[in-house]
């Protein structure tokens, strides 16, 4: 299975997901920013409907049939998130004496540094092929989830709630998009997707404490499916749903102290979501988008990890997260014949709150900033940037006992941390977008006569 996806991601002359970073672009580890220069450029508003060029696809497959003839798509994103965790309170450690201070058993005072690293690159890509005057195909690939946390300081206070986290999806979507009149279309996409993690923590409070490390992956599938609603000319509503993929991973839990090496899987259940959006023409020149996500990662809460072959869990991942809901507009301005510009402005209510945030990852309810242009070079060949900035609310940790990670693991129990990050992420973004037929030999699409 693994070298038939590879195989189909080198078929669209792509690459797929990366990372990233430790403060990810939508709620927990989810990646909205990745997919699209486009949207990046408008905080992704009216994606749904369109509105953000063949990026859409990745929201709505229903909104493949807006693009005549043979396109491909080609997408480049860095995003850089800083956070950093200071304790706001003494660290202390529970003994039979009472509460200690961290520093006073050989434990480490400090906060984790940046938690982000240097950033990361998600590439994606989109291809869309029309064969009648209703019927298109196409594919997709892209990183919907991803993280990449590892503090600039290896040894700090909260190190046995968490060192380092990686997790790496690659997803990759055929598509199917039907004209149904010229007000109707519907579409459709199967998602293959391969997501690979690793978590490690460290097995005590010292500076020499080896890592507890749990690590996997998995091949699973899921779908999407959108319609799009042209009522009057100029407007365009879409809406679409993505499905859970139940990601059944197989992997490995090592653990120094004693060392041991057990064999274990676990089921993860990622969200599902729902979108809408609307794009309307105002004018020659100005178009105006709108859009809202949610996002149910109310069922991402406990996670059995489980040994293979006996049955039993040997310990769970704990997160108890609420959904999250996605609201953005943005603005077009065609200054002239080739050159588009383009803003945005987003509200993000995270799924992550003062009560479940972990260690790994600095999030909560955030405003996009975005601004972009898209420049058509050739009659074929279309250059676009984008450029957001995030500001994340103030982050804060509370391992006093109620955390989710404490509450299933009692050995957590006796350290008590609490921090405060002030996170921020910048996102830059360009793409490529090649028309691989000529423009002056579309396939017409039939007018449909209505009978009344």
Not at 3 to 20: D, E, G, Q, R
Not at 172 to 187: F, H, R
Not at 316 to 336: A, C, I, P, T
């Amino acid at each position: 299975m693994k070298s038939l996806l590879k195989l189909t991601t080198a078929a669209t002359v792509s690459l797929s997901a990366l990372l990233a970073a430790g403060a990810a672009s939508a709620s927990s580890f989810a990646i909205r920013s990745g997919q699209s220069a486009e949207g990046l450029g408008m905080a992704y508003a009216g994606a749904a409907a369109g509105g953000i060029g063949m990026g859409s696809m990745a929201w709505n497959p229903a909104t493949i049939t807006m693009f005549p003839g043979r396109n491909s798509q080609w997408n480049f994103t860095y995003l850089y998130a800083n956070g950093d965790y200071k304790p706001t309170s003494t660290t202390t450690v529970r003994t039979p004496a009472g509460n200690v201070p961290i520093q006073a058993l050989g434990g480490s005072p400090l906060g984790t540094g940046n938690i982000g690293g240097d950033g990361a690159f998600i590439p994606a890509s989109y291809s869309a092929w029309q064969l009648t005057d209703r019927l298109w195909i196409g594919l997709t690939t892209g990183a919907p989830f991803g993280l990449r946390s590892k503090p600039d300081n290896q040894v700090n206070a909260a190190q046995v709630f968490g060192r380092s986290a990686r997790v790496q999806t690659i997803n990759v979507s055929p598509t199917i998009g039907y004209k149904v009149n010229d007000w109707l279309s519907i579409g459709a996409a199967l998602q293959v997707q391969y997501f690979k993690a690793s978590l490690k923590q460290a097995s005590g409070i010292g500076p020499a404490a080896a890592p507890v490390i749990i690590e996997g992956d998995t091949i699973d599938f899921g779908y999407r499916f959108g319609a799009t609603l042209t009522p009057l000319d100029g407007t365009t509503i879409g809406l679409a749903y993505r499905s859970s993929v139940r990601q059944t991973l197989e992997g490995s839990l090592r653990n120094p102290a004693p060392a041991s090496y057990t064999p274990v899987k676990a089921n993860l259940n990622l969200p599902d979501s729902v979108v809408f959006g609307v794009s309307q023409v105002i004018n020659d020149q100005w178009q105006a988008h709108l859009g809202v996500e949610w996002t149910n990662w109310s069922r991402f809460r406990n996670i059995p990890i489980v040994a293979r072959g006996i049955g039993v869990p040997v310990t769970s991942l704990n997160f108890q997260y609420d959904d999250s809901w996605f609201f953005s507009g943005g603005v077009e301005y065609k200054y002239s014949r080739d050159l588009t510009l383009r803003a945005g402005v987003a509200y993000e209510l995270s799924a992550v709150n003062d009560d479940n945030r972990q260690i790994f990852i600095s999030d909560n309810d955030r405003l996009w900033l975005s601004a972009g242009a898209s420049y058509q070079v050739t009659e074929k060949l279309k250059l676009d940037v984008g450029y957001t900035y995030i500001h994340v609310n103030k982050a804060k940790v509370n391992y006093t006992g109620a955390n989710p990670q404490q509450v299933f693991n009692p050995a957590l129990q006796a350290v008590s941390f609490t921090g405060k990050a002030e996170p921020y992420i910048h996102i830059v973004s360009a793409a490529l977008t090649y028309r691989w037929d000529d423009p002056a030999e579309t396939i017409p699409v039939r007018p449909v006569v209505r009978k009344n």
